[in-house]
């Protein structure tokens, strides 16, 4: 028997963590958007198991699919981002295959999206605050 490969279980609270950092929300933001408290948030992120009907309501507050969280994968994501074949150029140089890309049109990407993220962040500051 392998002892290197064991099988990874899902960490469910693990997977909403994870994906809250990446859509740049907090726990409270999170709290608020679901109708728990920030602790109880953080109880859910701590928790490997999380009920259906806990995982549907801050599935809907992240604007995901209950099944992205479940089944969201983060070594595969970050592969999948670095792998990604957009903006970049494949050169077979004889010596193996390199990948060119124009570190310009990356920073402006990565602008961009921090920027739709921020606007997404005061958007949703602004409809609490009424």
């Known amino acids: 028997m392998d002892t290197y490969f064991k099988p990874r279980r899902t960490h469910i609270g693990k997977n909403i963590s994870k994906l809250r950092n990446l859509k ?13 408290s920030q602790r109880e948030i ?4 701590n928790s490997e198991t999380v009920a259906d009907e806990i995982l549907a ?13 479940k089944s969201f994968d983060e070594t595969y994501a ?3 981002i670095d792998n990604k074949l957009e903006n970049v ?4 140089t004889g010596h193996g295959i390199h990948q060119v890309f124009n570190p310009i049109e990356k920073v402006v990407e990565l602008y961009e ?9 005061l958007e949703f500051i602004k409809q609490q605050s009424k």
């Open 89 to 92: 150029e494949i050169k077979d």
């Open 42 to 45: 953080s109880d859910i992120e």
């Open 24 to 36: 740049g929300i907090k726990q409270e933001a999170l709290a608020i958007e679901t109708g728990f």
């Open 113 to 121: 999206r921090l920027l739709a993220s921020e606007k997404e962040k």
């Open 57 to 69: 309501k801050i599935a809907e507050a992240l604007n995901i699919s209950p099944e992205v969280i």
């Open 78 to 80: 970050f592969y999948s």
